[in-house]
């Protein structure tokens, strides 16, 4: 299984762009990288997927360079409301989810 | 479709006591996850079911934990007997199919505190 770090914490202001940047030395060839948020209180919710290269849905952005060895999560116009922990996992097939300690976000006015 | 649902959402009980911590996952998802989270270690997978058979237990912690999903619709997590150690939230989620590349759906999770 891929190991992943990503920075422990980051603070940003409402409106600005927030990218949270994760990297994975080892990822191997049928890996997949995925994102998760968590409030608190709550469980993890599926913010967005990708192989490589770029992959953009209605919350967030996913940029992967061509070596794959990292993968940045791109957040435009962050709220109060994306203050959250936000996860990189690396995996495929049937590897389990392996959550690290992720990023804790907090989003300021 | 109303998500995972999870029942209790808190439970306080005393050492000793045995818990049993109930789980419905999305209609039509074949796979199910029971996972722990705490601030010392995070988010840790417990177990998971694919199709209703358990595929990797290996993250349960000791015999005192138990599981089961005896249909597609319902599971249960066991504790008995309960220690302060195993106060946590512990969460349950589903989805399509086992593997990285499926979203899981996570449920909002039972606060089990151990006295």
């Known amino acids: 299984l891929a190991k992943t770090t990503q920075p422990i914490s980051m603070d940003s202001y409402e409106g600005q762009e927030v990218n949270i940047t994760c990297s994975h030395n080892?990822?191997?060839?049928?890996?997949?990288i995925t994102w998760y948020q968590q409030f608190p209180s709550q469980g993890p919710r599926f913010i967005i997927q990708g192989y490589k290269t770029k992959v953009t849905n209605e919350v967030a952005s996913l940029f992967i360079p061509a070596d794959r060895k990292s993968s940045t999560l791109s957040l435009p116009r962050v709220s109060l409301s994306d203050t959250a922990v936000y996860y990189c996992?690396?995996?495929?097939?049937?590897?389990?989810?392996?959550f690290g300690t992720g990023t804790r976000l907090q989003v300021f006015p | 479709d109303a998500g995972v649902i999870q029942s209790p959402r808190h439970e306080v009980t005393e050492m000793g006591q045995e818990v049993t911590l109930r789980c419905k996952p999305i209609s039509g998802h074949n796979s199910l996850f029971w996972y722990r989270q705490t601030m010392m270690r995070g988010l840790e997978l417990l177990i998971y079911f694919n199709n209703n058979v358990p595929i990797d237990d290996s993250g349960m912690p000791e015999d005192r934990f138990s599981a089961k999903m005896p249909n597609a619709s319902f599971s249960t997590l066991k504790i008995q007997p309960s220690e302060p150690r195993d106060s946590a939230v512990y969460f349950c989620?589903?989805?399509?199919?086992?593997?990285?590349?499926?979203?899981?759906?996570f449920g909002p999770g039972t606060r089990l505190t151990v006295t």
């Open positions: 996992l690396v995996g495929g097939g049937t590897d389990k989810l392996i």
């Open positions: 989620a589903s989805s399509l199919k086992a593997g990285r590349t499926y979203e899981q759906y």
């Open positions: 080892n990822i191997a060839t049928n890996d997949y």
